[in-house]
Nanobody, 123 residues
Framework: QVQLVESGGGLVQAGGSLRLSCAAS????????MGWFRQAPGKEREFVAA????????GYVDSVKGRFTISRNNAKNTVYLQLNSLKPEDTAVYYC????????????????WGPGTQVTVSS
């Protein structure tokens, strides 16, 4: 079973950028499609982005298209989420997750989750 740990969250002003990392251990991350999700206080967990095992396809929720970029470096066993042009409504705990079912935006298809990293965007 792979283990995941996110890093790179923090406090940033609106319009700023952050780069989140998701480091995998235990098994090679190349075996998994990967996704990023987020959950804001009082709200349900939301799909943000996903990427195929070899990185040849990515998908995003409409609210982050053109601002966020998911990528992966299988040699480093790491997945990234670049967050640009951040808005206060992007404030949430961000989670990375691994799926053995291939590319999916369905959270129920992800079997392994990291503990999350907090992103706070001030106005």
């Amino acid at each position: 079973q792979v283990q995941l740990v996110e890093s790179g969250g923090g406090l940033v002003q609106a319009g700023g950028s952050l780069r989140l990392s998701c480091a995998a251990s235990g098994r090679t991350v190349s075996m998994y499609a990967m996704g990023w999700f987020r959950q804001a206080p009082g709200k349900e967990r939301e799909f943000v982005a996903a990427i195929t095992r070899n990185g040849d396809y990515t998908g995003y929720v409409d609210s982050v298209k053109g601002r966020f970029t998911i990528s992966r470096n299988n040699a480093k066993n790491t997945v990234y989420l670049q967050l640009n042009s951040l808005k206060p409504e992007d404030t949430a705990v961000y989670y990375c997750a691994a799926s053995t079912f291939g590319y999916t935006i369905n959270a129920n298809s992800y079997s392994v989750w990291g503990p999350g990293t907090q992103v706070t965007v001030s106005s």
